[in-house]
């Protein structure tokens, strides 16, 4: 699975892909992660050479109608779109588009599991700011997903969301196929070694059905802690 990310911020999501099972799943070519800043879309009398050299790219401006900080404009965005769907058309693949925002659809592991069967590419648009123009998800027909209900500053880290549990669901990325919480008997509560912790002067054990070799007990205990 490739993955295409429209960011104002690529370099926040490096700790995180060059780390554990997502960067190992890279570097066995099993996903891919491409970037694609607005920044390097804007044109025209949005973009400004300073007599320093420096270049200004605006990618926000005000809200029509009104109302506090600055909104994302569709050009840059659409723009950066577009490079992503043609790197996708011309290695002949299948994309999804997602727009993150508090209103949408809330994100899920079935929804993941039936992206993953359908699709080669999904592109990840993040907002930023007060968000993207409305226009952006229209004319692009994306998914409106939600990953809880509360405002983040941004896109990025729905967006390492949405990749962690997508790329969970590609064959080879986890270790075996059990390792999947979701296709084994799970519970709420965990423990592993020593069978009796020692803590500040008190003592917590095991529960005893997990040491009683009782497979059918166990996970019938399991089941009770969902």
Not at 8 to 19: G, K, V
Not at 110 to 131: N, P, S, V
Not at 145 to 167: K, N, R
Request: proline share 5%; net charge positive.
């Amino acid at each position: 699975m490739r993955f295409h990310i429209i960011t104002l911020f690529p370099e926040s999501f490096t700790s995180y892909t060059e780390a554990s099972i997502v960067a190992r799943a890279i570097k066995e070519k099993k996903i891919s992660i491409a970037y694609y800043n607005p920044r390097d879309f804007v044109t025209g009398k949005h973009k400004k050479v300073w007599p320093d050299g420096n270049i200004s790219r605006i990618v926000d401006d005000r809200p029509f109608g009104g109302g506090p900080g600055m909104v994302m404009r569709a050009e840059p965005v659409l723009k950066a779109c577009d490079k992503a769907l043609a790197v996708i058309a011309k290695k002949k693949g299948k994309a999804k588009i997602i727009f993150f925002s508090p209103s949408g659809k809330s994100f899920n592991t079935i929804y993941a599991k039936q992206t993953a069967k359908k699709y080669t590419d999904i592109i990840l648009i993040c907002g930023r700011y007060e968000g993207v123009d409305a226009r952006v998800a229209k004319i692009l027909k994306a998914d409106h997903v939600s990953i809880g209900d509360y405002v983040l500053t941004g896109g990025e880290l729905p967006a390492m969301i949405v990749l962690d549990c997508l790329a969970r669901q590609i064959p080879g990325v986890l270790g075996k196929f059990e390792s999947l919480e979701e296709e084994r008997v799970s519970s709420s509560e965990i423990y592993t070694r020593p069978e009796i912790l020692e803590y500040k002067g008190k003592k917590y054990k095991t529960p005893k059905v997990l040491l009683s070799g009782d497979h059918k007990k166990i996970e019938e205990w399991k089941q009770s802690k969902n």
